[in-house]
């Protein structure tokens, strides 16, 4: 059984965020003035099990899930995932795919995720220039995060490459990353800078929007549109006689939430229904309750059913503004 939202938007999609940590401290995610050691994260103890996870994924694929995302913070720092991934398929989830910084993605780690069932992997990589990867993110290890690149074309024969675009941080070095990766088998995704959270300093002088990316490409390069998926994020393009393609992920000038079917689950067991969400549902204490099930798979439709998310749509028009709570950090709720 599927269900829609107030929107008529299923729910197909799932990212769970497996850890709030990482390893790495992007400017645009987990500034690190903030997100230093006095910060609270979650407690080991407080993160859910890979067993509650997929009790909820459980509960969730009553609706006809068809992907879920492992996400975070970053999803390599927890432990064995890749026995989390096995028992995902196992409960038919058609695709599973892992977005990561990379730099933990070795060879023999990348086999075992696609032995254990792993469809994608996803990497994040904003520069290829130490001095601003220096700005951005002062622990990024450029070397490691090309090689993981290369590790999971070699081992799922495809990889999405996220770059996050701000303006005059890297807007002029989007050639250097086309021409770098542009004969192997990858989508390379732009991304505008979104305004997740409340600690990123985030303005819209800060955002180089994917039309100027777009023309930008279009000076040296022969793109050719390609079909999107109805639920696509990004819109794609073939870069003409290279393997590369090209895609835009436009949160800020091309919201696309009408067409969101994605939910979120958060490493301690919140449902979210919307990115820039300020509340969300506790599974976990459902979950903890005897015959939860059936409690759960009530409450998940009750609360699906009445979403009218569409933050991004409100954004553009400036009608979110008025007593808007506190938005929940990417890092936590799963980018
Ligand atoms: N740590 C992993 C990584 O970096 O790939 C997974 C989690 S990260 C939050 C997921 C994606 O969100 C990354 O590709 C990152 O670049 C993107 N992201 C984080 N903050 C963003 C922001 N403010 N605007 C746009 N994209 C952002
Ligand atoms: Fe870490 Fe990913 Fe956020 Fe960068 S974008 S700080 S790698 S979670
Ligand atoms: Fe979906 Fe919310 Fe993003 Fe719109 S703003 S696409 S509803 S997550």
């Known amino acids: 059984m599927s269900i829609n939202d107030r929107l008529k938007r299923p729910l197909e999609y799932l990212r769970i965020s497996l850890t709030d940590r990482c390893n790495y401290r992007c400017s ?57 991934i096995v028992k995902i398929k196992d409960l038919g989830i058609n695709q599973v795919a892992l977005t990561t910084n990379g730099s933990l993605l070795s060879l023999d780690k990348a086999k075992l995720l696609k032995e254990n069932g792993l469809d994608g992997v996803t990497i994040s990589l904003d520069s290829l220039k130490c001095s601003t990867n220096k700005k951005i993110n002062p622990y990024f290890n450029l070397s490691k995060v090309i090689d993981s690149i290369y590790i999971a074309t070699d081992i799922f024969g495809f990889a ?20 770098r990766f542009k004969n192997l088998n990858v989508e390379i995704r732009f991304i505008e800078f979104m305004d997740v959270g409340e600690t990123n300093e985030w303005n819209l002088d800060s955002v180089y929007s994917s039309e100027r990316i777009y023309n930008d490409i279009s000076k040296r390069y022969l793109l050719t549109k390609l079909k999107d998926e109805l639920d696509s ?36 067991g919140f449902f979210y229904t919307c990115l820039f969400a300020s509340h969300g549902y506790n599974v976990l204490e459902t979950l903890r309750k005897s015959s939860s099930t059936l409690e759960l798979q009530h409450d998940i439709q009750n609360i699906w059913s009445k979403r009218i998310d569409q933050y991004s749509v409100l954004r553009k028009t ?12 990417m890092s936590y709720i799963g980018g």
């Not at 941080?169 to 021409?179: L, M, Q, R, T, Y």
């Open 28 to 84: 645009y995610c987990m500034p690190k003035d903030i997100f230093n050691t006095d910060y609270k994260y979650l407690k080991k103890s407080e993160l859910l099990t890979f067993e509650e996870i997929l009790s909820f994924i459980e509960v969730l694929n009553t609706f006809n899930l068809k992907k879920i995302r492992l996400t975070g913070g970053e999803p390599l720092l927890r432990r064995n995932i890749e026995n989390l």
């Open 160 to 179: 999405k490459i996220n770059v996050v675009i701000m303006n005059n941080i890297n807007s002029n070095e989007i050639f250097d990353i086309v021409d």
């Open 233 to 268: 994020t990004s819109t794609k393009w073939q870069l003409e006689d290279y393997t590369a393609k090209v895609g835009f992920i436009s949160s800020i000038t091309q919201p696309f939430c009408r067409s969101c079917n994605r939910a979120r689950l958060s490493a301690d």
């Open 318 to 329: 400036s009608r979110y503004e008025n007593d808007r709570e506190s938005k929940i950090e």
